[in-house]
């Protein structure tokens, strides 16, 4: 379970305020896949990495009963001088998981090879991806966040990405931000629809999408 209780959050955009979330209340349910629906600009990432803890909501509270990620899509967040393995060191330190456990999964899953002792600013954007995605599913959450990666890689690497995710999330909820609409109906069965700062959750995703296209067409 999620709350969400009176959480804000306001940009600044050309000298004016933007409120991308407005006093926002509401409860995520345990063990569902949720896609998170929006237009270009409602503030969905906003709401994943408060979600997170990576942003600070201006005004309101979060409470979780359980562990939750990072987004995944978020491969900006490595230190650039420091290598993959290094990173993954840190984050194992961070989140408290056996290190050389998480180091054998990241090399083994991000099939990075040599690279994985490189600097991370050496990394492709492609091998950053590889590697969040990897660090992401290398650690055990109850709720895994989701910010438009689920295509890593080259066909075959995007195939096994996929098996693993589908893996995680037998045992796990997720929040998915994503523009795909096939991409929603694979992994979500259950949807949230974010519009002028406010969110509806739908139990039903198809009820979700048709919300979400009468909206934003």
Not at 54 to 60: A, I, Q
Not at 164 to 187: G, L, P
């Amino acid at each position: 379970m999620i709350h969400l209780q009176n959480l804000s959050k306001t940009y600044w955009s050309r000298g004016a305020p933007h409120r991308v979330i407005d006093d926002l209340t509401i409860t995520l349910p345990t063990g569902r896949s949720i896609a998170l629906l929006g237009a270009n600009g409602a503030g969905k990432s906003t709401l994943l990495q408060m979600i997170s803890g990576l942003v600070p909501p201006d005004t309101g509270e979060l409470h979780s009963d359980g562990t939750i990620s990072w987004p995944v899509g978020l491969g900006n967040s490595f230190h650039p001088q420091m290598s993959g393995e290094q990173n993954t060191r840190f984050v194992a330190r961070v989140y408290g998981v056996d290190t050389d456990e998480l180091i054998d999964f990241v090399y083994g899953f991000s099939e990075l090879g040599a690279h994985f002792l490189n600097p991370v600013k050496t990394y492709s954007s492609g091998m950053r991806a590889r590697l969040a995605f990897g660090l992401s599913m290398g650690i055990q959450f109850d709720t895994y966040l989701i910010d438009e990666t689920t295509s890593v890689g080259d066909a075959r690497f995007n195939r096994k990405s996929r098996a693993v995710f589908m893996e995680r999330i037998k045992h796990a909820s997720a929040i998915m931000v994503s523009h795909q609409t096939r991409t929603i109906r694979e992994f979500c069965d259950s949807g949230l629809v974010l519009h002028n700062g406010k969110a509806h959750y739908f139990d039903v995703l198809e009820d979700a999408i048709t919300a979400h296209l009468d909206l934003n067409g």
